[in-house]
């Protein structure tokens, strides 16, 4: 009955998209802190195949990163926004190394998908080091 009732929980929770969302790390795997962190960004226009680089500021929570701030005063977010697009990713893949037996976070990675209403898709791919 226990594991039947596992089962069906898992079930659920896949279909609806919260197991999407779970990541498996070993006991004491260091976390990176909420934050502000400066990075490196590879972006990547589809619709004109524009390819760059950038040293930007990226906020991070929860392991997320949720917005990449411009030095425009613009930025790129999580969440709701007035600008038609669709913020998706952002959860960040840990680099993890020891240093005599200690785990430390050595760099992490993740990418953005915006989407926006017209049609558009570009990527940002951030580095943490």
């Given amino acids: ?17 919260f197991a999407q969302s ?4 070993p006991i004491g795997t260091p976390k990176i802190k909420d934050g502000n962190y400066n990075s490196i960004v590879k972006y ?3 619709g004109n195949n524009t390819i760059a680089t950038y040293e930007l500021v990226v906020t991070v929570k929860g392991e997320r990163v949720i917005a990449i701030h411009f030095p425009n005063e613009g930025s790129l977010h999580a969440g709701q926004n007035n600008s038609n697009y669709v913020y998706s990713g952002g959860s960040l893949s840990k680099d993890i190394s ?3 037996g200690i785990p430390f976070i050595k760099s992490a990675k993740t990418t953005i998908q915006i989407r926006y ?3 558009g898709i570009v990527a940002f791919t951030v580095y943490l080091e």
């Fill in 44 to 46: 990547h226009n589809y």
């Fill in 22 to 25: 779970i990541v498996y790390e």
């Fill in 98 to 100: 020891y240093d005599n």
């Fill in 1 to 17: 009955m226990r594991t039947f009732l596992l089962s069906a929980a898992l079930l659920i929770c896949i279909n609806f998209g």
């Fill in 117 to 119: 209403s017209n049609g």
